[in-house]
């Protein structure tokens, strides 16, 4: 069994920073592409950030420059430290791991955190 646990979310100023982590335990022979995905109410889940195993990147046009992602693949962690929060960030954060695991090797599957709350108020 896969898990995604995430932390770090919580209440903060605009312009303040937090930093969301999420450690994947189980049992997993290899991961992917790790990364964070948002979702405010009455909206979509969006990506904000994603890491690839190597390192190559992604983010969100919203994000870039304020968001940087990174993982310890010793740890199978991903971090998201988030500068310069602004209102519009305001949203559940949900953890994303694209990975194989031992109960179906032959395959990548997608896992979930539960998700964590982020809100920053103006």
């Not at 209440?11 to 937090?18: H, K």
């Not at 982590?21 to 969006?46: F, H, T």
């Not at 890491?51 to 983010?59: F, V």
Request: aromatic share 8%; glycine share 10%; with cysteine.
């Amino acid at each position: 069994q896969v898990q995604l646990v995430e932390s770090g979310g919580g209440l903060v100023q605009a312009g303040g920073s937090l930093r969301l982590s999420c450690a994947a335990s189980g049992s997993i022979l290899s991961l992917n592409v790790m990364g964070w995905y948002r979702q405010a109410p009455g909206k979509q889940r969006d990506l904000v950030a994603a890491i690839r195993s190597g390192g190559t990147t992604t983010y969100a046009d919203s994000v870039k420059g304020r968001f940087t992602i990174s993982r310890d693949n010793a740890k199978n962690t991903v971090y998201l430290q988030m500068n310069s929060l602004e209102p519009e960030d305001t949203a559940v954060y949900y953890c994303h791991a694209n990975l194989r695991a031992a109960v179906d090797p032959w395959r990548e599957t997608d896992y979930w955190g539960q998700g964590t709350q982020v809100t920053v108020s103006s």
